[in-house]
T-cell receptor, first 115, second 112 residues
Framework: DSGVTQTPKHLITATGQRVTLRCSPR?????VYWYQQSLDQGLQFLIQ???????AKGNILERFSAQQFPDLHSELNLSSLELGDSALYFC??????????????FGEGSWLTVV | QKEVEQDPGPLSVPEGAIVSLNCTYS??????FMWYRQYSRKGPELLMY????GNKEDGRFTAQVDKSSKYISLFIRDSQPSDSATYLC????????????FGSGTRLLVRP
């Protein structure tokens, strides 16, 4: 158990809908990362938050957004869903300082299927 | 040229074999190198973590980094069926995010 908690584990929804994925980082970790893993793309970095503020953006679509709350949990919002958004979405967290060399721990993922 | 190259496999070996997994990378700024193991539909689990060049050993696992060749390896000795998984190399960026850039993963199957 990495200590990173993600909900829901599985989600099936229709095209055009909106879903919210939730992540609780490890105790004491200030940095949260979101990654998308689809069959043909591998693990792709989406976005990072550090202590409530956006730190870096990767290949995140405009239909997707995220935020990190004062209690440090994070949510990834996916809207106007398309079939191609079906993937595993992982949250990861790292130790408080966010410095280089810190270990990044992953949750078990949220498996989204868009039908 | 992709930033990270990793052979997707699958790699099939008999139980007890020595397994060699490799990645090449193009960004000479990378200083921290990781190997993650991922079982099907599960979260990646950190296996090995290496700073700069050299070797690091942990039980049956050895990680090697050759920065001059931009090449990293993971060796698994006495492989077991429970080692069957996808192995992902990962590189930590040196910008303010310190995010990980992943290889595409190598599927390993260890046959009993």
């Amino acid at each position: 158990d990495s200590g990173v908690t993600q909900t829901p584990k599985h989600l099936i929804t229709a095209t055009g809908q909106r879903v919210t994925l939730r992540c609780s980082p490890r105790s004491g970790d200030l940095s949260v990362y979101w990654y998308q893993q689809s069959l043909d793309q591998g693990l792709q970095f989406l976005i990072q938050y550090y202590n409530g503020e956006e730190r870096a953006k990767g290949n995140i679509l405009e239909r997707f957004s995220a935020q990190q709350f004062p209690d440090l949990h994070s949510e990834l919002n996916l809207s106007s869903l398309e079939l191609g958004d079906s993937a595993l979405y992982f949250c990861a967290s790292s130790v408080a300082t966010g410095q280089s060399g810190n270990t990044i721990y992953f949750g078990e993922g949220s498996w989204l299927t868009v039908v | 040229q992709k930033e990270v190259e990793q052979d997707p496999g699958p790699l099939s070996v008999p139980e007890g074999a020595i397994v060699s997994l490799n990645c090449t990378y193009s960004n000479s700024a990378f200083q921290y190198f990781m190997w993650y193991r991922q079982y099907s539909r599960k979260g990646p689990e950190l296996l090995m973590y290496t700073y700069s060049s050299g070797n690091k050993e942990d039980g049956r696992f050895t990680a090697q980094v050759d920065k001059s060749s931009k090449y990293i390896s993971l060796f698994i000795r006495d492989s077991q069926p429970s080692d069957s998984a996808t192995y992902l190399c990962a590189f930590q960026t040196m910008d303010s995010s310190y995010k990980l850039i992943f290889g595409s993963g190598t599927r390993l199957l260890v046959r009993p």
